[in-house]
């Protein structure tokens, strides 16, 4: 009796202390690295190459294991992370289907409010692209061409109400053009039916395009960000075409909802610290992101005003 | 001749010291990883890509090569003598590769399957290196008609591998196409046939749960059924001399389906989207096919062994191309490879070839290189294999449960798969005791994938007319060669009435 006491006494103590020793949260087990897209696109290009620069420098104790869950525009992974059995051991890297997904089907029963914000890693332009073969040298001429083909022009893009084919609706809306919209799995496909000409266009990011762009084989048409960008001096901006629309992807690091603080405040400075580190400017400056920190509270502030611009553009679409 | 110094120069490459330690390591660890059910070349791949940073990015991608063609060896050794699939990719040598090993068969299975792998892996490799260029371009002009066409070419081929009873066959394959539309839709984005509102159901069925259910659990409630608790052991003696002559048989007896499997593996890789799995499933299809001997597939042809380890191998090599040339995953394992080589700093894409040769041809030495060696651990191995079988089925038989439920969780580490697991094990013991044959099931869930989004891409670009299908130089003769195929059952069954009307 005595023994079984103290021993209950031990571990009360023991349990007592532990939390307070252990001030620091750190992660008990491997973390579930979720991707919002299948393998290959720019989603999860960006989770191998953190989870790569995590083990490099050995930042934490336990590894980040990537988890491609892409099915259904990203409402796979959302979903994973809503019932995810360890809150502080599951995190999501997103694109804007975080925003996209949960108002196209309210089904599904997701509030990314309750979501735990950890890091904003950057922000991913689109571009319009071309083959060379087409013989397209402005934006100017592939509007003419569009509306010329009269409803037979093929584009292709991420599944229909992702990202591309967004932008695209946005572009039709805007000049009235009838376009033929294809969906394919992940932005790697998309970049290769361009190259092959199975389909005439696309609004890859630049890092999905840049093997083809590289070669020759593609040609930047438009840039859909608010400046030009620095790697194609000489594709304009769509709002120096008159349109007040510019649009990104978000590169940005979700925990999943009910993650306690300790674990969110570790994640937020484990991923500050390979935000700063010299592999991930390396990257964004290579592969034409646009840097664009923000801490939490900032994060949930973004989400307010995509949830609405998406609720606009999406109605905008039917 | 510019490509064979090139080439040269990569095997310099590959045959330093450090580059040929890696390869050793790799290929011993991939043998392994692959002949655990579960732990496939993805997990394998997955878990040691951070060890590659410690060497130079040229040394890190031959080790994970090394690694991945280990494991395409590996995965026979399980599914031959457990009858559990060690991966994805070893589904198709269960057909044969199992029934062999009940027969006391099992080294000359173990053997079959090493140097279809090996033979293969050789042809892969030469294809790789005069062709690639050539090839990445043939891949891009696939687009999503041509594929679906392929798709029905292998679909066709189905109707060939169940058997006799044709309406049983076309129940697996409806069966199987079922399961395959479980989740979410691609191209709508719809989930869909969520059964009993299962949330686990949302990411759909993994080919590898349905694999190891079918196989693993109901191959051993079929064994202890059919064994009636009698305790059974496989006898399979060794000795240097029998391996020599089941060389000599699997010359005499694979060669047909090697040759299908080196070849056709090869050119099911290099299109995107395809991958190893489908290509060794499509290459015992087609060689059953082509077989005279029909009948015997499936109860235990040496053929049936060395098709679908000759069409994973020389797959696994043919789905490097689209990943370096185009920047396309062919499978899951280079979509990680990929990932890889975005961290080392390197492009994927069509300037690779130019601007990085020492790392491509450092690379397409080490396939070779590591092929041989692979070959020479796996000989050298089967005697370990072996001993396993000497267990009484009463041990193998709860050492296979074990196994197929931990390497069924080990995939995705969700409980729903277990479940999932289980109740295909029984599922498939019961369609089997009413003769329903599993295979084209089995089939049809990986295809069923590729199939349906390509379909609806196609229409979509056609505006639904499905004449695009045959106004393409590519897909017309394919689709007009798989219809062909459809249709023979019933030709075969209207010849002979007329005959004996005739009569």
């Known amino acids: ?318 | 001749m510019e490509i064979l110094s090139l080439l040269g120069d990569g095997m310099l490459v590959a045959i330093q010291p450090l580059n040929l330690m890696l390869i050793l390591i790799g290929v011993t660890l991939g043998l392994f990883i692959g002949a655990m059910p579960g732990l496939g070349s993805v997990n394998g791949v997955a878990i040691l890509l951070p060890v590659t940073f410690l060497v130079p990015p040229g040394s890190a991608i031959i080790f994970l090569a090394a690694i991945y063609y280990g494991a395409m060896y590996g995965g026979a050794i399980s599914s031959i003598t457990l009858g559990i699939p060690g991966a994805s990719t070893a589904v198709a040598t269960t057909f044969d590769g199992r029934p062999l090993a009940m027969m006391g068969k099992a080294r000359l299975a173990l053997v079959a399957a090493a140097i279809g792998s090996f033979v293969g892996g050789t042809v892969a490799n030469v294809l790789f290196t005069g062709f690639a260029p050539l090839l990445a371009t043939v891949a891009l002009s696939f687009g999503p008609p041509e594929i679906f066409a392929l798709m029905l070419l292998a679909f066709a081929t189905f109707v060939g591998l169940g058997g006799d009873d044709i309406a049983k066959t076309v129940f697996s394959i409806c069966f199987g196409l079922v399961l395959a539309t479980v989740g979410f839709d691609q191209v709508s984005g719809a989930p869909r046939l969520l059964l009993f509102d299962l949330s686990g159901f949302l990411g759909g069925i993994s080919f590898l749960v349905l694999a190891i259910g079918v196989y693993g659990i109901g191959e051993m409630l079929w064994t202890l059924e059919s064994t009636r608790g009698k305790i059974t052991t496989t006898d399979a003696k060794m000795s240097v001399k029998g391996i020599v002559e089941d060389m000599g048989e699997t010359a005499r007896k694979g060669w047909k389906g090697t040759a299908t499997g080196s070849f056709l593996g090869f050119f099911v890789g290099v299109l995107p989207a395809a991958g190893a799995t489908p290509a060794s499933l499509m290459s015992y299809a087609i060689t059953k096919m082509l077989s005279k001997n029909k009948h015997e597939f499936g109860k235990g042809h040496v053929g049936g062994v060395a098709a679908p380890e000759a069409g994973n191998n020389s797959a696994s090599t043919g789905s490097m191309l689209p990943m370096l040339t185009l920047g396309i995953p062919g499978s899951p394992t280079t979509a990680i490879l990929l990932g890889g080589m975005v961290i080392w700093g390197l492009t994927p894409g069509p300037r690779l070839f130019v601007d990085e040769p020492d790392f491509v041809w450092g690379l397409i030495g080490s396939f070779y290189v590591s092929n041989i060696f692979a070959l020479l651990v796996n000989i050298c191995a089967i005697p370990l294999f072996i001993w396993m079988l000497r267990m009484p089925f009463t041990v193998l038989a709860p050492l296979i449960f074990v196994l197929s439920v931990v390497g069924g969780y080990a995939a995705m580490q969700d409980m729903f798969d277990i479940w999932l697991i289980l109740a295909f094990g029984f599922g498939a013991f019961f369609l089997r005791k009413f003769d329903y044959p599993l295979a084209p099931a089995v089939l049809a869930i990986v295809l069923g994938p590729i199939a349906e989004p390509t379909l609806r891409q196609s229409l979509l670009l056609s505006s639904g007319d499905p004449s695009i299908f045959f106004t393409r130089p590519i897909s017309m003769p394919i689709m007009v060669i798989a219809i062909l195929l459809i249709l023979m059952p019933a030709f075969k069954y209207l010849r002979p009435r007329r005959t004996s009307a005739a009569e």
């Open chain 1, 1 to 318: 009796m005595n023994i079984l006491k103290t021993l209950a006494i031990g571990i009360a103590a023991l349990g007592l202390s532990a939390p307070a020793a252990m001030a620091d949260w750190q992660p008990r087990k491997p973390i579930d690295f979720v991707i919002m897209a299948g393998p290959g696109g720019g989603a999860d290009q960006i989770a191998r190459f953190i989870q790569s620069v995590v083990e490099k420098k050995d930042m934490t104790s336990r590894p980040l294991i990537p988890n491609n869950k892409g099915g259904g525009s990203g409402a796979e992974s959302l979903i994973w992370l809503n019932d995810a059995n360890d809150a502080n051991h599951t995190l999501l890297v997103t694109l804007n289907s975080f925003f996209a997904t949960p108002i196209r089907q309210p089904e599904l029963g997701i509030d990314i409010q309750t979501f735990t914000p950890v890091a904003m890693m950057g922000v991913d332009p689109f571009a319009l692209w071309v083959h060379k073969d087409s013989g397209i040298e402005t934006f100017e001429q592939w509007v003419e061409t569009v509306k010329a083909a009269d409803g037979e022009y093929v584009v292709g893009g991420t599944g229909t109400g992702q990202e591309d084919s967004i932008v695209f609706a946005y572009l039709s809306k805007a000049y009235d053009l009838k376009l033929k919209y294809i969906p394919f799995d992940g932005g790697g496909a998309v970049a290769a039916a361009l190259a092959g000409q199975q389909i005439m266009a696309t609004v890859n990011n630049p890092a999905e395009a840049r093997g083809f762009y590289q070669s020759g084989d593609v040609r930047p048409l438009l840039v859909f960000s608010d400046e030009r960008m620095e790697s194609y001096p000489d594709a304009p901006t769509l709002k120096e075409q008159g349109h007040d629309f510019s649009y990104y992807n978000q590169r940005a690091i979700v925990g999943a909802p009910g993650m306690s603080d300790e674990a969110a405040t570790y994640y937020q400075d484990l991923f500050a610290e390979v935000y700063n580190s010299e592999e991930w400017q390396g990257y964004m400056e290579k592969e034409s992101l646009s840097p664009l920190w923000m801490d939490a509270d900032e994060q949930r502030g973004y989400w307010k005003i995509q949830v609405d611009n998406h609720n606009d553009l999406l109605t905008g679409m039917k």
